[in-house]
């Protein structure tokens, strides 16, 4: 059944997205990336900070003082349009993003922890088909109804490694838990026609794993080139589904799905080229190999690409000037969708920007980091929805000394 014309009501609650594009598999992905990441277009495989955590590529985890403590977290405002061929509607939607910390255990060796978004879920829409009658010779009105919520969050634990100069490697392990939930109903004017009614539910609770490496290229006058590199092993994902099938007055029908659901191999390289700690650029690319996985058993979803590039701009951080300190940054990313609408790929494209507002003047500054993005996919033709959005990101860097010995006079 095509997903077609658009009657979407205002939003304004805590949802986490209201794209009707989340009914689809897992819903909404969320690319791993905290406020300084996402404001470069979602950059990870060679950012290397020593003010932000990149939760991406846990080999950026030895990019921290020695004797230093970070911990970030993030929210967000969203406001969405959604337009087809007849109506639009706007949704409004806030979420706390995430929450994570990052610390040293030798000058080799740093550790992060963390809660992030996997994917969201959040959509309510339908619309009224009339056809002609295959019983008589009036027409059939049916009345179709999707909605769907939930979400699948992410809680890892990583640890980064430098086993000499310059080369740095890392692991992250994510447990993965939450519940999505689709429903779908279709009733008719004529009392001939029986109304149905199917949910699909599921649970998540599993492991798998991520890693990364990263190896620096010093260039002499303050310039520094990184290439960096992530893999994330496929995994089956251990889910209690149901899918139950209700149709009015005749039976209900319930399946239950066990080892029916998986998380696809996953592999990204990018670069990050930085001159005298005031400029930088990057580029990633990053491969899903979406087509392996199960989805209640089945393999439907399509191979995902992604494509990113940034640029951040620090005139000077120890300027006593305060718009010196702060950092500049623009970003660009473009990917297609893991399923097809309508046998039609979708595509998604964002552009960025941020400011990087430092609220002490010192080397490791804690960071008030303020984002912008739009973004759009879809389209209106062939029975799609054009999805575009506005989204505010605000996140909050905390560096601390914590393993400095005080002197006393």
């Keep these: 059944m095509a997903v077609s014309a658009l009657a979407i009501s205002s939003i304004c609650a805590q949802n986490n997205t209201s794209s009707p594009y989340s009914r689809y598999g897992y819903g909404e992905l969320v690319e791993p990336g905290f406020g300084y990441t996402k404001s470069l277009g979602g950059l990870s495989a060679g950012i290397r900070n020593d003010n932000h955590i990149n939760s991406a590529n846990p080999a950026s985890y030895t990019a ?3 004797m230093g403590f970070r911990f970030e977290f993030g929210a967000s405002l969203k406001c969405s349009k959604f337009a087809d061929n007849n109506t639009t509607s706007k949704s409004w939607d806030q979420n706390l993003e995430y929450l994570a910390l990052q610390f040293p255990i030798t000058k080799w060796m740093g550790f992060s922890a963390g809660l992030q978004p996997f994917s969201f879920v959040g959509y309510e829409f339908g619309d009224k088909y009339v056809t002609k009658s295959t019983i008589s010779t009036d027409t059939l009105a049916s009345y179709v109804k999707y909605a769907g919520s939930g979400n699948i969050t992410q809680l890892y634990l990583g640890l980064g490694v430098r086993p000499f100069e310059h080369f740095n490697v890392g692991m992250n392990v994510y447990y993965n838990f939450g519940t999505l939930s689709h429903a779908s109903a279709v009733a008719f004017d004529n009392k001939a026609y029986h109304a149905t009614l199917q949910k699909n539910e599921i649970s998540v609770h599993d492991w798998n794993v991520g890693f990364g490496a990263q190896y620096e290229f010093p260039l ?14 496929p995994s089956k994902m251990k889910a209690d589904a149901e899918k139950e099938i209700v149709t009015s007055g005749v039976d209900t029908v319930n399946i239950n799905f066990d080892n029916s659901f998986g ?3 996953s592999f990204g390289a990018g670069f990050a080229y930085d001159i005298n700690e005031s400029w930088m650029v990057g580029a990633d690319y990053k491969f899903q190999k979406w087509s392996d996985v199960e989805y209640f058993g089945e393999k439907v979803f399509d191979d995902r690409h992604r494509f990113a590039c940034g ?3 620090l005139p000077d951080r120890l300027s006593k000037k305060f718009f010196k300190r702060m950092s500049y940054r623009v970003g660009f990313n473009y990917s297609n969708a893991y399923f097809n609408v309508n046998d039609n790929e979708l595509n998604h494209v964002a552009a960025s920007a941020g400011f990087g507002i430092p609220l002490r003047r010192v080397v490791n500054p804690t960071y008030l980091n303020l984002g912008f993005e739009y973004g759009r ?9 054009l999805e575009q ?3 505010i990101a605000l996140n909050l860097s905390v560096n601390e000394r914590w393993f400095a010995k005080r002197k006393f006079e």
């Design 64 to 66: 921290i003082d020695s």
């Design 311 to 313: 640029a951040e701009l």
């Design 263 to 265: 998380l696809p191999l």
């Design 377 to 385: 996919a879809g389209k209106k033709s062939n029975d799609m929805i």
């Design 389 to 391: 959005y506005f989204k």
């Design 220 to 233: 002499g006058d303050k310039r520094n080139f990184t290439v960096g590199a992530t893999l994330d092993l």
